[in-house]
Each structure stands twice: as C-alpha cells, then as structure tokens.
C-alpha cells in the first residue's frame, strides 16, 4: 500500500462535531445526525463527505492512546461560510501535507489499514505524523459495512528533517 503524497491548502468545512475518544465512539451517531440535513448546506465543494479528527492544541500525536480525546466531524468542504444551516458548525482545516491511502473493505477492518499506517509505511518513510487534522473521504454511497467499500485515508505528514 503505497500513498499519494499531497500539499494540501486550507479548506472551509461546514457539518456537525461531536468530542469523543476510540474508546467511548460515538461516530455513528454524529453521522446519523448529519447526513439527513447535509443537502441544506450551500456552497459545497463536491459531493464527497469528511470524517475529521481534530486534537487538541500542542498535542503530541506520539501519546496517541484509545482514551485521548478528540473532536470527530462528520462535514461537506465548502467554498463559503455563507448561509450556515443553524444546526451546522463551521471549521477551517489549516492545509499542509498529507499521505493519502485507499482503505479497501468494511470500516471494520479500517484499523488493519491504519495499524499498517502507523507501524509499517510511516517507521519506513521520510516522513512523520504532524499534528493537524487527520480525515477519511468518500462519497454520499459509501456504505461502511460494504465489503468492496473504498475510503481515502488522509493523514498529516511532514519530512522527518522538518521537526
């Protein structure tokens, strides 16, 4: 599995957050929460969907453990905080760069695909985690228990000589 290494600028998200940690999840429920109003969103980028995990500020994501809390979003990319649904948040994801990896299969074997991630790719690369936003995209027919699903996996990089 090899990425796509790719500078991205900042992006405007509009969609809804919710503070959680891997232990205590409540990715379900967000996304329950957001798909039936994410047609009232104007301005939209495409039509993909984001699976955002923001971490606290001056976090160092190497005491990443299943209890470190984080804010999930579940959001659209758009051009223009204009005309904000009322129920909706906005956010602004600082850009940088990123490795970007395909998972392939059910969202229940997504932690093999980020498992190889963190302990084969990143240990072997020029690169390591930076803290920043770390996103999935896929599109509105995506179906997480669909065993021939695909997911971009977006993680936050920077050259080992950056630190």
Known sequence: MKPEIVSLQA?????????MTLV???TKELWQSFMPHRKAISHRVDEKLYNMKVFEPGFDVKQLTPSTPFEKWAAVEVKSFEDKPVAMDTYTMKGGLY???LHHGP???????????HTEWMLASEYKLDNREHFERFDEHYNP??????EEVWIPIKRGTDL
């Not at 229940?108 to 190889?116: A, K, V």
């Not at 228990?145 to 695909?150: H, K, L, T, Y």
């Open 99 to 101: 490795a970007k990896f």
């Open 11 to 19: 992006k405007k998200f509009i969609g809804k957050s919710r503070r």
């Open 145 to 150: 228990s669909d065993p021939n699903a695909v």
């Open 107 to 117: 969202a229940s074997t997504f932690h093999e695909t980020l498992e190889y991630i």
């Open 24 to 26: 205590e999840d409540s």
